[in-house]
Antibody, heavy 122, light 111 residues
Framework: QVQLVQSGPEVKKPGASVKVSCKAS????????VTWVRQAPGQGLEWMGW????????NYPRKVQDRVTMTTDTSTSTAYMELRSLTSDDTAVYYC???????????????WGQGTMVTVSS | HSVLTQPPSASGTPGQTVTISCSGL????????VNWYQQLPGTAPKLLIY???QRPSGVPDRFSGSKSGASASLAISGLQSEDEADYYC????????????FGGGTKLTVL
C-alpha cells in the first residue's frame, strides 16, 4: 500500500542539526512532491517546505529558509529534511507528506508519514 | 504576511450539520485552492477536501467544501462521534517567495 515511513525520535542540543528521513513505498516516487510540516506541542500545523520528487526543486518559507535543506534519494525513494542551528522553538513533531503532482509546492498533501518527534533541550 | 482564520472551536450533537469557516486576509488567497485536513487525537493529519470541494477516495460524502472569494467552509453533515478532531484549512500565499499557509485549526467537539 501507499505509505511514508519516517525515522525515529531525536533528541538534540541547542545549536545542533537534525536530519529526518521519509521512505516512500507503493507509488512512483518521482511522480509526486514531498512536503514537510511540523507541529509544536499543543499547537497547529506549520509548513516547512517542499521538494519535487521529479527534479529536486525546492521551496522553503522565509522563516526557515536559511536553516533547512530538503533532499531526495530517488534510488531508495527517500526524502530527507535537515534543520540546522536548532533552538527549543524547533521542538515539534515533524511530518512528511506526499504532495499531489511533482511540479508545484501548493498541491494538497494526500499521504502522511507517522511523524518524527524532535526534541531540542540542553 | 497572510493568515487563514478559523474559529478555535465548534461543536454539535450527533446527526447535526456543523460548518467550519476559513477566511483569508489577502485577496490573493481567493485565487488559490483551499484544502482541508482532519487530525484525530494523537495521529497524523488526513486530507479531507482538496481543490476547494473535491473529496479524496474514501472520504464520506458527509464532508463537503466550498469557497467564495477569500473565504472557504467545511461542512460536516450527519455528525458522528468519530468526527471529533481538529480541522485545518490550508492554501497558498504568493507573497514572500510563496508558501503554504495553514489556518490555526478548529477543535470540533461532538456533544
Amino acid at each position: 500500500q501507499v505509505q511514508l515511513v519516517q525515522s525515529g525520535p531525536e533528541v538534540k542540543k541547542p545549536g545542533a542539526s537534525v536530519k529526518v528521513s521519509c521512505k516512500a513505498s507503493g507509488y512512483t516516487f518521482n511522480a509526486y512532491g514531498v512536503t514537510w510540516v511540523r507541529q509544536a506541542p499543543g499547537q497547529g500545523l506549520e509548513w516547512m517546505g517542499w521538494i519535487s520528487g521529479h527534479n529536486g526543486n525546492t521551496n522553503y518559507p522565509r522563516k526557515v529558509q536559511d536553516r533547512v535543506t530538503m533532499t531526495t534519494d530517488t534510488s531508495t525513494s527517500t526524502a530527507y529534511m535537515e534543520l540546522r542551528s536548532l533552538t527549543s522553538d524547533d521542538t515539534a513533531v515533524y511530518y512528511c507528506a506526499r504532495a499531489l503532482g511533482w511540479d508545484l509546492p501548493q498541491e494538497a498533501f494526500d499521504i502522511w508519514g507517522q511523524g518524527t518527534m524532535v526534541t531540542v533541550s540542553s | 504576511h497572510s493568515v487563514l482564520t478559523q474559529p478555535p472551536s465548534a461543536s454539535g450533537t450527533p446527526g447535526q450539520t456543523v460548518t467550519i469557516s476559513c477566511s483569508g486576509l489577502s485577496s490573493k488567497i481567493g485565487s488559490h485552492a483551499v484544502n482541508w485536513y482532519q487530525q484525530l487525537p494523537g495521529t497524523a493529519p488526513k486530507l479531507l477536501i482538496y481543490s476547494d470541494n473535491q473529496r479524496p477516495s474514501g472520504v464520506p460524502d458527509r464532508f463537503s467544501g466550498s469557497k467564495s472569494g477569500a473565504s472557504a467552509s467545511l461542512a460536516i453533515s450527519g455528525l458522528q462521534s468519530e468526527d471529533e478532531a481538529d480541522y485545518y484549512c490550508a492554501s497558498w500565499d504568493d507573497s514572500l517567495n510563496g508558501h503554504v499557509i495553514f489556518g490555526g485549526g478548529t477543535k470540533l467537539t461532538v456533544l
